[in-house]
């Protein structure tokens, strides 16, 4: 759903770009530091019980954040630089699909949700990955198909974490299963219908 926005702001992810590429670190050194805030966030909501300093559940969200935002930057420097490579997008997929599982880990043994809600918002969450992966295997297009994309769904962990709410969290992790669930749904049917006019 995000990705109907991404052409809005082609201008300012191209001046990232250009900004982040001056650095010398190639995308894949972004997406790793970008993956090293996603364990960093997990480990906070995993540690959220055992503190009573500045919430750990926030401190993880805006962890999150970072993360995403260098989630950006990977692909912006790639695009500007012109250095995307099949090895890259490959280890920024590995990256992306490891930082769910473990932020979902964190959450369950934060005793922030039901550890039951956040298997099942896990695994909806790499079901809705595979369909992908296994549907342009097969030459079929899937991007932005679905409400609750990859993005999407790590934006309602991260507004929740700001939510002054003690159930905030576990009410996210059940809205990103259901979206992840109807996300999969959507995904089957155009797939299906894809393959029938093949």
């Known amino acids: 759903m995000l990705n109907k926005w991404r052409r809005k702001i082609e201008p300012l992810t191209a001046t990232l770009g250009k900004r982040f590429s001056g650095l010398g670190l190639s ?3 972004w997406s790793t530091i970008g993956f090293v805030f996603a364990i960093a966030s997990a480990t906070s909501f995993g540690l959220s019980n055992n503190s009573t300093a500045l919430p750990l559940v ?12 260098f989630d ?6 790639a695009r500007y630089a012109n ?3 099949k090895k890259g997008a490959f ?3 590995v990256y992306d699909k490891f930082a769910e599982i473990f932020l979902f880990i964190g959450i369950s043994l934060g005793g922030l949700a039901n550890p039951i809600l956040c298997l099942v918002a896990a695994s909806m969450s790499l079901m809705v990955s595979y ?10 297009e899937l991007k932005g198909i679905g409400i609750g994309e990859r993005a999407e769904r790590l934006l309602v962990i991260a507004v929740a974490g700001f939510v002054p709410n003690p159930n905030s969290i ?7 299963a259901v979206l992840s669930a109807i996300t999969l749904l959507q995904r089957i ?3 299906v219908r894809k393959l029938r006019l093949a």
């Open 27 to 29: 995308p894949t050194a």
């Open 58 to 69: 926030l401190i993880g969200s805006i962890l999150l954040i970072v993360s995403g935002f």
């Open 72 to 77: 950006i930057v990977d692909g912006s420097v």
């Open 83 to 85: 250095q995307s490579t």
């Open 91 to 93: 280890i920024d997929s």
């Open 131 to 140: 369909s992908r992966a296994r549907a342009e295997s097969l030459g079929i």
């Open 170 to 176: 576990e009410i996210a992790t059940f809205i990103v």
């Open 189 to 191: 049917l155009h797939i």
